[in-house]
């Protein structure tokens, strides 16, 4: 896939699935700018790594509501336009309704939300409006195969996804006539600092039999399906959600 020249933004990109798929663009000729939120070090080594030029770093705490406009703002000050957006920055935390106290269980579900639903619909919102006016562009939008098969110990989690799924599907109705195309990727367990905690536990063996494949999503599988999504064939494809489980949880 061809990306020569478009400018991507990328949320939560300094690590993990967020890193892969700026690689994948970058190598696809993309010009790319690097979201993250605290860990400078970390997407300082990220943008080292990526080939080519007219890569960028952007600082921004997209949970914060002024922090999607701030950095909608800061890319095309930078870039001039934005020709795709990947909404990867996402959080989960452990929240087991059985041990948790009431505040415990409240906190959970405010922080998931406010980095897994609202900032992406305020990502969604500044970023369709820059889009708009340069005639169109691509959303990808990063789920979770936890939005259809539940999340026991993080409900607020599956949730968030859930809720994710179907306004990224009811964007991609209202932005179609502006030329704006909306996917979803849905991946399952991906070898990540995310699910470093989990995938090194003594259930790590019972998670690994969950697929055929009997292993993990390496990040750079998710990466592949975010660039189909964002690629100029895909255009009829909007609004659709890809699973990136290893055959893992099969819908219907
Ligand atoms: N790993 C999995 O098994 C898995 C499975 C299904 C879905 N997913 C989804 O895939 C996406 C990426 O997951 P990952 O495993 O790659 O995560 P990760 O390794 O924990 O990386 C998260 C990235 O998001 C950034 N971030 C978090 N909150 C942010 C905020 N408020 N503003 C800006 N950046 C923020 C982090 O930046 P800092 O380091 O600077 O804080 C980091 O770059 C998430 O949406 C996740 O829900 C992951």
Redesign the pocket.
Known sequence: MEFKNKNVLI??????????TALAFAHAGAKVGI??????E??AKTLAELPGDGHYLF??????KE?PEALITAYISQYGQLDVLV??????IFHNIDEVNFEHWTNAWESTF???LF?VSNMCYWGAKAMMRTGGGRMVN?????AFRGEPTKPA?GAS?AALNAMSQSLAKALAPHKIYIGV????????????V??TSAERENLLRESPFKR??Q?KE?AHAVLFLASEGAAYSSGTIIDVNGASYLRS
């Open positions: 949320t939560g990109a300094s690590r993990g699935i967020g890193k892969a979201n993250y939120r605290t860990n400078t970390e997407a600082q921004q705490d997209i949970s914060e922090g909404n990867n920055a996402g959080i989960s406010k980095t897994n900032a990063i789920s979770s195969r936890g989690y996804k990727v849905a991946p399952g367990f991906t070898e990540t600092e995310m699910a470093a989990t995938l993990m999503a990040p998710v």
